[in-house]
């Protein structure tokens, strides 16, 4: 059985990612700041943290073997005009998004690249594609990852691994609060297919790439109910 | 097949290369195939065996064989659930020196052909209250390409009519995406080494030298992501254009 790294696998997409896969043959490690259930392995860390993240690989790898594939979901949300935005949360955003899959990468891709095989998935945004209002920081930190995943792809894809992208559309799941804006029906009404994504349709995405994709490089695809087309 | 079917599916083009796989694909996925080609032949009769589906001859650039060919599908089998326009015709040349009439036929086959069958198909699509309509664009048609002027406007102009359906559609359920393949090993290619002069093995390894992932692309690939828009659970994909090339469209020089 292949073993794929979850960031952010106790809830949300990540949690939806890391069932789908455990349901479809796949030997599943969660890693988020509280265990997730249902994976052969919870990890807790903090994905900004470097140190934190290679531990939990190491465990990763003592306990379930080689890590084929990663797909990196942790992730944080808050809306705030741009002059709002501090340099601390501005850190922050950048460091848990982009950080996260840096880290991740770092000490998941040179045994990837050793074993000439391997597949990854990082978890953007529409609003990194689109742009928001009150998104400045949220959609600079998913935009890099698109910039890194796109870079990253051309660049191992002759060696053996795939990097590709997820940028979902607001989702049904706990980074939207009861009152997000995202939930108001005037605004779900501008929505062409007129409801939120379902983490699901997330996680059939992600498993087409992990599963499928194999001629998918740098690609990102957008399950988002045609918010950005 | 000993499989039950529980959608009806019509994917053009598809006695061989990509439409083929992709019926395939979706016969797997419990869609029973009408599997469309400009005439019936021995070759389509075969496919639609395999699929354990049926055959649906009609040119897709003309209007009236289109509608013809779906009503009989509807009074057959029902109301298309899954729609795949794969169907194309493809010539190349420099602009100048393209037969205008062949340069039209590219657009009208490729392009027209498709609004021809969403026209078609709709009304029966509405009837069942949704469906999925996968549209196949090309690279070419996202990055354009030399010497084929007439393909790349006719596949752009499928991404911005799945872009636009897209947003039209979704709100009946009715989901309209696009793939846009990168080099792909089908038939097709002949197309491609007559122009340059080469054998198809020398054009094979002439576009797999420029593509990232160092090879081209197969039908079953494409047939994948086919699989992926049209599930019956997936309604979020909405007027995309999955691109599904290996990694060239955003760095091939």
Known sequence: MSVVLVTGAASGIGGAVASSLRD???????????????VALA??????????????????????????????????????????????????????HLGGLRNCLSVVLPDMLDRGRGSVVAVTS???????????????????????????????APRGVRVNAVAPGPTDTPLLSPDSPWRDREFLATVPNRRLTRPDEIAAVVRFLLDEGNFCIGEVISPNGGVVI | ??????????????????????????????V??????????????????????????????DRGQVFAAVAQVERDHGPIGVLVCNAAYMTMGALTEHDEADWWKVVDTNLSGTFHLIQAVLPGMRRLGGGHIVIIASE?????????????????????????????LAREGIYVNAIA?????????????????????????????????????????????????????????????????????????
Not at chain 1, 69 to 94: F, N
Request: glycine share 12%.
């Open chain 1, 24 to 38: 479809n043959g796949w030997t599943v490690a969660g890693l988020d700041l509280q265990p997730a259930a249902g």
């Open chain 1, 43 to 96: 990890l807790t860390a903090d994905v900004s943290d470097p140190a934190a993240v290679a531990a939990a690989v190491r465990a990763v790898r003592e306990g379930l073997g080689p890590i084929d594939a990663l797909v990196t979901a942790a992730g944080h949300y808050e809306m705030l005009p741009v002059s709002e935005i501090s340099p601390e949360s501005w850190h922050r955003m950048l460091r848990v």
């Open chain 1, 126 to 156: 529409e609003l990194a594609i689109g742009g928001g209002d009150g998104d400045a920081h949220y959609a600079a930190a998913k935009g890099a990852i698109i910039g890194l995943v796109r870079s990253l792809a051309t660049e191992v």
């Open chain 2, 1 to 30: 097949m000993a499989q039950e079917f529980t959608r009806v599916g019509l994917v053009t083009g598809a006695a061989q290369g990509m439409g083929a796989a992709i019926a395939a694909r979706l016969a797997a996925d419990g």
């Open chain 2, 32 to 61: 029973h195939v009408g599997v469309n080609d400009r005439v019936q032949t021995p070759q389509l009769l075969d496919v639609a065996s395999r699929v354990g589906g049926f055959p649906v001859p009609a040119d897709v650039s």
């Open chain 2, 140 to 168: 070419w048609g996202v990055t354009g390409w030399p010497r084929a002027t007439a393909y790349s406007a006719s596949k752009a102009g499928l991404i911005a009519l799945t872009k636009t359906l897209g947003r039209e």
């Open chain 2, 181 to 253: 393949p990168g080099v792909t090993d089908t038939p097709q290619l002949e197309v491609d080494a007559a122009d340059a002069g080469l054998s198809l093995e020398q054009m094979h390894a002439e576009y797999a030298k420029d593509i990232p992932l160092g090879r081209i692309g197969q039908p079953q690939e494409i047939a994948a992501g086919v699989s992926l828009l049209t599930h019956p659970d997936m309604g979020a994909l909405v007027g995309q254009v999955l691109q599904i090339n290996g990694g060239t469209t955003r760095c091939r020089v």
